[in-house]
């Protein structure tokens, strides 16, 4: 398709340019020379009547219209590649499809083991790749992965599936004296020092509304951007970090921790989805991994 001197070529690099916002970055992702990188720019200002990329105190910036444009020129080429696998099929035993997951360092932790052993040897040429999922979670992540794995609170239109739930508990190293006690209490757990996720935009996590709602007091005296990570800033101090079930008992069997259950809590589960952009629907192997996905962690 001609669309005055420019055709959907252009697309991949248009692509490239707007989200990497350097040239000679934008060429190595495509596999094309700076200069050519560079003409397809000279093209497509010319065509937009816009510099799409203007320099700016940190390096290249977009111009409103290059924001505008970003999403919707990565929607355009994710529909492509679902009509081309589409029309291609999916044969798991064959396919060397890379899937993208993006999720959170705890979600990788909950899928990644049990999804390669049911993958095994059954699908030898294809490929998972875990990416963190951005703080901020937008529709661009869809766009952007096959799968996100997050919580159905995120503000996203897009399609979705439930995956597996999840509950809080307490987790203490077990040199800590407080783990020598049969349980906790909300007194107790007032005093100690607490190790606690915290998102870079500052929303509240299911953590710190479980601690206000119980009338906890205790003071976050170190914070990470990930649960996967607390384990780690427990390990041989005197703090305590409410986290999700599956990562502490993974901790726990990895020996010296103490698991307690969070005193006042009524067992309240969150459940992490899997979610999808809606111009995915058609994709045999999307299709194929959901199903791999629900098969590995036991869901209906």
């Not at 909950?110 to 999804?115: A, E, N, Q, S, T």
């Not at 100690?192 to 009338?215: F, K, W």
Request: with cysteine; aromatic share 6%; proline share 5%.
């Amino acid at each position: 398709m001609d669309l005055g001197g420019l055709d959907m070529n252009a697309l991949t690099p248009l692509h490239a340019l707007l989200e990497v916002r350097h040239v000679t970055r934008a060429a190595e992702r495509c596999h094309m020379s700076q200069p050519t990188m560079s003409a397809y720019l000279a093209r497509l200002r010319r065509y937009f009547d816009d510099e799409l990329l203007v320099r700016g105190a940190a390096g290249y910036e977009l111009t409103p219209l290059g924001h505008r444009l970003l999403p919707l020129v990565a929607e355009v080429l994710t529909a492509a590649e679902s009509v081309f696998r589409t029309r291609a099929g999916f044969d798991p035993l064959t396919s060397e499809r890379r899937f993208v997951i993006s999720c959170s360092g705890y979600a990788t932790g909950v899928i990644g083991r049990p999804l390669n052993a049911r993958l095994g040897s059954g699908s030898p040429a294809l490929s998972i790749q875990f990416c963190a999922l951005k703080d901020g979670f937008a529709e661009r992540d869809l766009l952007e992965a096959d799968l996100v794995i997050a919580p159905l609170s995120f503000s996203v239109p897009a399609e979705s599936e439930k995956l597996f739930s999840d509950d809080f508990v307490c987790l203490l190293d077990s040199g800590n004296p407080v783990a020598a006690e049969a349980e906790l209490t909300a007194e107790v757990l007032s005093g100690l020092r607490h190790a606690g996720v915290s998102r870079r935009s500052g929303t509240p996590t299911v953590a710190h509304r479980l601690i206000d709602g119980l009338g906890v007091q205790g003071r976050l005296a170190v914070l990470t951007d990930e649960w996967a990570n607390l384990p780690w800033l427990v390990q041989d101090t005197d703090l305590v970090a409410l986290l999700p079930r599956r990562v502490a008992e993974r901790a726990s069997r990895a020996g010296g921790f103490t698991i307690r259950e969070v005193p006042g809590y009524d067992g309240a589960r969150f459940t992490e989805s899997m979610l999808w952009h809606s111009s995915r629907n058609a994709d045999p192997g999307l299709r194929w991994l959901r199903g791999e996905l629900r098969a590995a962690l036991g869901a209906p």
